[in-house]
């Protein structure tokens, strides 16, 4: 979609005039440890550099207007994008063609939506405390459009081969759903998990309403791909990505 910047397409069959996709490391003017591309405001970045980024953002994808920032919390809050400044909440929804809906993440799970007509999109940040929380199901109740006519992407997240957690958190998805007992495999130490937080979104996306074969994306690691992404669990100090969804039309 731009030479000049760093940035993975999403790949699912949205309507024409939809545009969606994170940002990846490369084309940005940020210094070490933020190299090159950090989209974050409050990750420790020169200001001044991430806004150089967030206008190259603008411009390499030719935006309708300026992306909805948040200041998320790791909550199930959403909100109608640019209704506020920088509004704390994990989600924002659109059905008008000025609005970007994005999100920032480093290891969390970006997803993104619309409906099958592009009338309607969505973003949301979707880390386990999140996920836990009900975002997904809550941003798929803010579209005005019917679930089942409703698809989503899911962009680069930590694989599950990286994500250890306890068995707090296994137990913060398990007693609301024993389904979601399958996204956790034993680690070697004990009271230790994998967890498949890609699958444990689809597991809310469904319970959601939407069909099994309208949840696209998944299987990217952000901590095994250092080239192209940034990874709060691999760097503590370290940039974000952007996932973004709009109506280009």
């Known amino acids: 979609m731009s030479d000049t910047i760093g940035f993975l397409a999403a790949d699912w069959p949205a309507p024409a005039g939809i545009g969606a996709g994170t940002t990846l490391r490369r084309g ?3 210094a070490p440890p933020f190299d090159t591309f950090n989209l974050g405001d409050r990750a420790g970045d020169d200001p001044a550099a991430v806004a150089v980024n967030r206008q190259r953002l603008r411009q390499a994808l030719g935006l309708p207007g300026e992306p909805s920032w948040l200041q998320q919390v790791h909550g199930a809050g959403v909100v109608e994008a640019g209704q506020q400044a920088v509004p704390e909440a994990d989600a924002s929804v659109a059905s008008h063609g000025e609005a970007v ?47 089942d006519q409703i698809m989503a992407w899911l962009g680069p997240a930590i694989g599950a081969h990286n994500f250890e957690v306890g068995e707090d958190v296994r137990q913060a998805f398990c007693r609301t759903c024993v389904d979601d007992a399958s996204a956790f495999v034993p680690a070697a130490q004990v009271g230790k998990y994998r967890a498949d937080i890609y699958a444990l979104a689809r597991n809310r996306l469904a319970r959601a309403g939407l069909a099994g074969d309208s949840v696209y994306g998944g299987g990217l690691c952000t901590i095994d791909d250092q080239a192209r992404f940034y990874s709060y669990r691999r760097s503590s100090t370290t940039g974000r990505m952007a996932s973004l969804v709009w109506r280009s039309r």
């Open 101 to 147: 809906c994005v999100v920032l993440t480093a290891d969390c799970l970006p997803v993104l939506l619309c409906d099958r007509d592009g009338r309607c999109f969505g973003a949301a940040h979707a880390g386990w405390r999140g996920l836990a929380a009900g975002v997904l199901e809550a941003t798929v109740a803010r579209l005005p459009s019917p679930p």
């Open 28 to 30: 940005g003017v940020s």
